[in-house]
């Protein structure tokens, strides 16, 4: 199973490819920007996707950030996800930013 999740919702764009199989994050960006995310995003997806060595297809499913952040980031980060799913049919999962970056202060505070 490929997950490929985004964030839009803040001052910065982020993108990952997450295989569930194997357990382990295949490819992440991260850039920080005030503006700009909904130029950015999709190119950012392509190139997770090319570093991963997976294809659009191969997505099982679509993990988008809901909120709470800016409305235009929000929005982008929706309406992309939105565009993705009905074109390639797979399964979207919505989650807040406030449960990412839990998950983020977990996972760095397990690591030591």
Do not use: W
């Amino acid at each position: 199973m490929i997950i490929l999740a985004f964030d839009t919702c803040f001052g910065a764009c982020s993108a990952a490819v997450y295989g569930a199989n194997a357990n382990n994050t295949l490819a992440q960006r991260f850039e920080v920007m005030d503006k700009g995310h909904s130029e950015r995003l999709i190119p950012m997806l392509a190139e997770v996707l090319a570093e991963a060595g997976c294809a659009l297809r191969d997505v099982s499913t679509l993990a988008v950030t809901v909120g709470p952040g800016s409305f235009t980031g929000v929005r982008t980060g929706l309406a992309v996800a939105r565009s993705l799913v009905l074109a390639h049919a797979c399964e979207i999962r919505g989650t807040t930013s406030l449960h990412v970056m839990a998950a983020g202060v977990r996972a760095m505070r397990a690591e030591g």
